[in-house]
């Protein structure tokens, strides 16, 4: 997991140590250190971000002979980084659901995502982790769309012993969301998980299809579901969404298989919206909460 980020990072803090710490010095050692940082799938801006912080805080860096230069670096890095995934908006979820139960209302997420990264199972995930906290849940078949979308959602529902909100095919997907917030208001449900429909994020039509949703059941949270795997398009598919819809929040699914790594610091940076939750493989358990300090110490050792 994020091998080719930790190995561009750890390549820099070893080459940087060895380097006097003058600017022209450590210009080339820097650049190198951007390229490396893109070829992990870090957006060119974000790299760009990052290598300009290191610039200024290593530029007049006094080390004596007794301290340690690479814990130096590699502590000034892990700044950075951090800094990067910080959004000022701390958001706990659980803890949410729990205040807005507190005032007798269904907490309501709506998933968004194109198709193949991973949404309906992260939404099979998402409402197996509230069962585990002791919340109800009903799930809410909004994309009438997509062949098998119905179906899919149930099969999960199924096996999770949860009830599922549907209508055919071709019906309106705001209708379906409107049912289930209803459905979930009279039988005192906690949450309300709304699947959409997963077409390509420039359609117009999706957005139109989404934005009505949202206006119908007003959500507490718009959940966007990206992919790690596809580096730079996940930040096309982030702002996109962000700026047509409006974003609350991610979910990075298939970080288990991702050797890069730069995708979580791309649509953080980007888009100033945090990442709650990480897939991390195919069960319903592998939905592990984000962690910024964790991210940081598995990337830089």
């Known amino acids: 997991m994020f091998e080719k980020l930790r190995e561009g990072l750890n390549k820099f803090i070893e080459n940087l140590s060895k380097t006097e710490l003058k600017i022209e010095n450590v210009k080339p050692v820097i650049e190198d250190l951007k390229f490396n940082l893109i070829e992990s799938n870090v957006a060119l801006p974000v790299a760009e971000n990052i290598c300009s912080e290191i610039a200024k805080r290593i530029h007049g860096m006094k080390v004596s002979r007794f301290e340690d230069k690479h814990k130096l670096i590699r502590n000034e890095l892990r700044e950075i980084i951090l800094k990067v995934l910080n959004t000022g908006s701390d958001v706990d979820l659980l803890s949410a659901i729990k ?75 705001a209708a379906v969301a409107f049912d289930s917030l209803s459905y979930a208001r009279a039988r005192g449900i906690d949450a309300v998980l709304i699947d959409t429909a997963g077409r390509m994020q420039t359609d117009r039509n999706l957005m139109d299809e989404l934005n009505k949703i949202i206006r119908t059941v007003e959500p507490d949270f718009r959940m966007l579901v990206v992919d790690a795997l596809t580096g730079n398009d996940a930040v096309n598919q982030a702002e996109e969404f962000d700026e047509k819809v409006g974003v609350d929040g991610f979910i990075l699914t298939k970080v288990d298989a991702d050797v890069k790594g730069g995708t979580a610091l791309s649509i953080v940076y980007t888009t100033g919206k945090p990442i709650l939750y990480i897939g991390t493989g195919q069960r319903y358990e592998d939905l592990q909460k984000f962690d910024a300090n964790l991210f940081v110490e598995k990337i830089l050792g």
Do not use: W
């Open 99 to 173: 205040e807005k139960n507190s005032a007798g209302e269904p907490f309501t997420i709506v998933f968004l995502g194109i198709n193949g990264t991973g949404k309906t199972t992260s939404i099979a995930k998402m409402a197996y982790l509230l069962k585990t906290y002791g919340f109800t849940v009903v799930m809410a078949c909004s994309d009438t769309f997509r062949a098998g979308a119905i179906e899919q959602i149930e099969e999960h529902a199924r096996r999770l012993k949860l009830r599922v909100i549907k209508h055919k095919y071709g019906s309106d997907p």
